[in-house]
């Protein structure tokens, strides 16, 4: 089709170098192969959009905040017309590609310089359609992974999305409380045991975090007043040793016991998740607004997607059931199976040696799955997710939960584990657990980190509103550390 503008008697340029050259060119401004050969016209109209689309791209870049654009791109409205759009765009972008080629007459060039001219702008156009299609794909494998974690309905009432709260999510709250569980799911073995039980409070304004570590072994567990598990167990989760002498009413059963007597509930099933939840909610004098239970070996899978994770091992961990396994001492990157056995391994040690473990492998995993290379590594992820999680935080959560999570990476990340000897799992001091927290959670919040020094021992931090707090902040520092700490 000719260009109404045209000049009478133009040609295209003379030469094979010119042709690919101003093919190139057409692919990173489009219409500069039509106003090189006389089509204005035409020319103009594709500079102009294109000029239109990349103000308008600077535009929002530069009047978004990235975290909240990342957010939107988890969307299931954006994701869908990415996955949609991308390849068509990408299509377009193809023919706009050979178009350019074809009016800059390749055919008046001699006959093996034509053929090197045809080869090198297929590849061209090959390779400009390539970034769109992945994006597509990208998009499609990321709305059936999330549609496919992010479905449960929710345990307990959490902060919700409404049209009328859209721009306050976190509904007035200051913090928001996740529930981090490892579960041991297994193909021999029935129900979930939590072995890695940690809540994750974090400052919605600053990202900062504070991380809370419970025990799998903490004993004589109280249940929130009134409810069912409280009724059965007015004195504390107490059930018969097994014969070896071991004990099954710990932490780590609780959602195994709740999901396993449903008539403790009227009948109703699967309340483990909620059961625990609330039981770790009043335990610590917080409410916890979600859970997220992590396969420990999807976990692995998952590490072995991101390239394994480099940590110390400051001495050799033994492993397996006639102790045949080793990780061995050493700093090193460490592939997923090995990575969980240096998380969870008891042999020739105890829970809370494996909780200093187990935060240490938090830590690494917060510092090195960067972009870069979740991206690079993109679908082999998304594969091991669909076996790694299950929650019950609301999909349309995650527009928040994003750029939450982009500030927690860049924010102060602290820990409490409530452990001997700081707390006897036998017999729990839970009025000093509540104390201990209430103070962390106090001196993570930023309002209140000017005031910590000054703030008397009555006062009630105002950074747990979003918290059932049950304990006055102590007049003792919590034994907060890094995250890191003791991590080489």
């Not at 449903?262 to 059961?275: H, I, V, W, Y």
Request: net charge positive.
């Amino acid at each position: 089709m000719r260009d109404g503008s045209r000049r009478p008697g133009s040609r295209g340029p003379r030469g094979l170098g010119a042709v690919v050259g101003w093919t190139a060119l057409s692919a990173v401004a489009p219409g500069a192969a039509h106003l090189r050969t006389g089509w204005r016209r035409t020319g103009i109209v594709l500079l102009s959009i294109y000029a239109l689309l990349l103000l308008g791209a600077l535009w929002v870049l530069l009047t978004t905040d990235l975290g909240d654009l990342a957010g939107l791109l988890v969307t299931s409205s954006w994701l869908s017309a990415i996955t949609v759009g991308a390849p068509v765009l990408g299509l377009a972008w193809f023919a706009l590609i050979v178009h350019s080629f074809t009016v800059l007459r390749p055919g008046m060039l001699r006959g093996p310089s034509q053929a090197v001219a045809g080869a090198i702008a297929g590849l061209l156009a090959i390779a400009v359609v390539l970034p769109f299609v992945l994006a597509g794909q990208y998009a499609m494998v990321s709305q059936s992974a999330l549609d496919r974690i992010f479905s449960a309905p929710p345990a307990t009432p959490g902060p919700q999305v409404s049209s009328s709260a859209r721009s306050d999510p976190w509904e007035g709250r200051d913090r928001v409380n996740i529930l981090l569980l490892g579960g041991d799911a297994d193909t021999h073995r029935i129900g979930v045991r939590t072995d890695s039980i940690n809540l994750a409070s974090i400052d919605v304004r600053t990202g900062n975090t504070v991380l809370l570590g419970l025990p799998r072994n903490l004993e004589n567990i109280r249940f929130v007043p009134g409810s069912p598990m409280a009724r059965q167990f007015p004195d504390g989760f107490r059930l018969p040793a097994n014969p070896d002498g071991s004990r099954e009413d710990l932490l780590f059963s609780v959602w195994e016991y709740a999901d396993s007597h449903p008539e403790l509930f009227g009948g109703r099933k699967n309340q483990g998740a909620r059961t625990l939840m609330e039981t770790v909610g009043y335990t610590l004098g917080l409410r916890v607004d979600w859970y997220a239970l992590v396969n420990m070996w999807g976990l692995a899978r998952l590490i072995d997607a991101i390239g394994g994770l480099r940590l110390t091992v400051p001495h050799d961990v033994v492993f397996g059931k006639y102790n045949e396994g080793l990780v061995k001492a050493g700093t090193r990157r460490l592939g997923g199976a090995d990575t969980m056995w240096f998380a969870r391994s008891r042999t020739f040690s105890d829970d809370y040696t494996r909780m200093g473990r187990q935060r240490c492998v938090l830590s690494a995993l917060l510092q090195q799955a960067d972009p870069a290379t979740v991206l690079s590594r993109f679908n082999r992820i998304a594969l091991a997710t669909k076996e790694l999680l299950q929650t019950d935080i609301p999909r349309p959560m995650l527009e928040h939960l994003v750029p939450l999570a982009l500030k927690v990476k860049g924010a102060e990340v602290t820990s409490v584990q409530f452990v001997p000897p700081l707390i006897n799992t036998g017999y729990p001091d839970w009025s000093k657990i509540r104390s201990i927290t209430a103070k962390a959670v106090h001196t993570s919040s930023r309002e209140q980190l000017a005031a910590t020094a000054t703030a008397t021992p009555s006062a009630t931090p105002s950074a747990t509103r979003s918290t059932t707090t049950r304990a006055t902040k102590p007049t003792e520092p919590a034994p907060v550390k890094e995250i890191s700490e003791g991590c080489a």
